[in-house]
């Protein structure tokens, strides 16, 4: 089995996540990658990365419930981080996936939970990212984001460049001026519906990354590839697109430097903080997004 359908296999056994999430090394390791277990803990790490002119999205790391009580919990838990968020002075700004909020029990209530905290948000100047999960969620995430966005304003969505379906997708978004974070994508998907090779997702990310920097509103470009960054670069930079039209987006604790460099030359940067005791599945799904992030992370711990 391919190293890539191996990581995320692993991501989906209970048995091994048990294990892995109580082991003292496995969360010392996923310390470098996760704020830290509490609310309290991630706001440190959003005042810290402010005071570097970094800004956050908060994740409170969770998904699939398997109670519509678990996702009421869930939805209230996101409430407090906005309310705690604006009360440190942050931006209020969250990241979420459906699928924490009930969407596969009642796309209902979920809808209805998810529309609570966008009303929130919206009220406070925030904003909502409604993350995107495997393709078996594109129609009713983009659907739900779609209506709140029309109703309330103050979210967004993510787009993944490796589905085959995402030009269609962005050319649907685009009209409605909702925000889209522009990633590779994480999930193990067939060939039908996704790019396999390398060079097909990173042509269709370069590709959806300029129709969103020309055409789109406020586009989130969220990538650590270097090469890929310094052709979007020259991109805007040809085609007259201001630093502030647009921001580049990535992970907590992957490549600080690059992070910095960012910063010092004027881009607007923002980090994806996730927090909480459920790191497993995210921690396991970065590795696999590339299978050169095994040994990028050992590069990470030993020379930054």
């Not at 396991?284 to 711990?301: G, K, Q, S, V, Y």
């Amino acid at each position: 089995m391919p190293l890539r359908q191996t990581l995320l296999y692993m991501s989906r056994q209970p048995a091994l996540r048990r294990m892995v999430e109580t082991s003292f090394a496995s969360r010392a390791l996923a310390h470098r990658f996760v704020a830290g277990a509490t609310l309290k803990e991630a706001l440190t790490v959003c005042r810290r990365i402010r005071g570097e002119g970094i800004s956050a999205t908060l994740d409170y790391l969770g998904e699939n419930v398997t109670s519509l009580d678990q996702a009421t919990a869930c939805r209230d838990t996101y409430l407090r981080v906005l309310g705690a968020m604006r009360e440190a002075g942050l931006e209020p700004n969250v990241s979420l996936k459906l699928t924490q909020f009930g969407l596969d029990l009642s796309e209902a209530d979920c809808e209805a939970n998810v529309a609570a905290l966008v009303r929130t948000a919206a009220g406070m100047g925030g904003f909502v990212r409604i993350d995107m999960e495997s393709s078996a969620y594109t129609d009713r995430t983009l659907g739900i984001v779609s209506r709140l966005h029309a109703k309330y304003g103050a979210c967004g969505t993510v787009i993944q460049s490796y589905l085959r379906r995402s030009e269609r997708d962005i050319a649907a978004l685009i009209p409605q001026k909702l925000r889209v974070r522009l990633c590779k994508g994480a999930y193990l998907e067939p060939p039908e519906v996704a790019f396999e090779a390398k060079q097909e997702v990173d042509q269709s990310y370069f590709r959806l990354a300029c129709t969103l920097l020309q055409e789109a509103h406020y586009p989130a470009i969220a990538t650590h590839d270097e090469r890929m960054i310094q052709k979007v670069q020259q991109f805007a930079a040809e085609n007259r697109i201001a630093r502030d039209q647009f921001e580049f987006q990535m992970l907590y604790g992957i490549r600080r430097d690059l992070q910095s460099k960012l910063v010092a030359e004027g881009y607007r940067l923002r980090l994806y903080i996730p927090f909480g005791e459920a790191w497993y599945p995210y921690f396991m799904r970065r590795l696999a997004e590339r299978p050169a992030n095994l040994l990028f992370l050992i590069r990470n711990l030993l020379h930054d």
